[in-house]
């Protein structure tokens, strides 16, 4: 196992953890300690363990993003892997933000599912509007599920398969959300 990995590892334990205890506090149901990924998401699957996939990621502009949520596999209900984002270098308030799940594929050999969505970085320009606005988003608005980047298509379909929407690879413009929440 490499350095970087065991670091992503200790980081990605932390980020878990965080999410179970801000789950517990008597919040709003709607928040964003730990939730269910929608299958819209999945953009692919990588032929490799999820430390293999992660190390793919790491040499990509892709960050371990350690304060995000726990999100939940749509049809295992299993935790994620990992967190990854990369800021939009045209639309620097934005971000890409994927979890990858490790599973065994028909012949019981490792896989690593891939799931994308497009959102505006929680704390950047520094407001409550901004956190209000990654913390409970307004789907189809202001975090928009299946939306990824080339180069993860590009990484699906050099190591595994891309399932994604074509239409719904690159930046895209994000509405301010509305005063309801439609997760």
Not at 41 to 59: F, M, N, P, W, Y
Not at 142 to 159: F, I, N, P, R, W
């Amino acid at each position: 196992m490499n350095q970087r990995y065991i670091m992503v590892r200790v980081k990605h334990r932390l980020r878990q953890s965080l999410g179970r205890f801000v789950h517990s506090l008597p919040l709003s149901n709607d928040f964003y300690g730990i939730y269910a990924l929608n299958s819209a998401e999945r953009v692919g699957t990588l032929a490799a363990t999820a430390e293999q996939a992660i190390d793919r990621l790491q040499s990509s502009p892709y960050q371990y993003n350690v304060v995000a949520a726990t999100k939940r596999h749509p049809e295992t209900d299993d935790s994620d892997d990992g967190s990854y984002r990369r800021v939009d270098p045209n639309n620097p308030d934005q971000q890409w933000h994927i979890h990858v799940f490790e599973r065994p594929d028909e012949q019981g050999g490792p896989v690593t599912e891939v799931f994308s969505h497009y959102e505006y970085r929680p704390l950047w320009p520094p407001s409550l509007r901004r956190s209000r606005e990654h913390y409970w988003p307004d789907y189809g608005a202001s975090y928009l599920q299946g939306q990824h980047c080339a180069m993860v298509s590009d990484l699906l379909e050099t190591h595994g398969t891309y399932t994604g929407d074509p239409d719904r690879c690159g930046s895209a413009s994000l509405a301010p959300p509305s005063t309801g929440d439609s997760r």
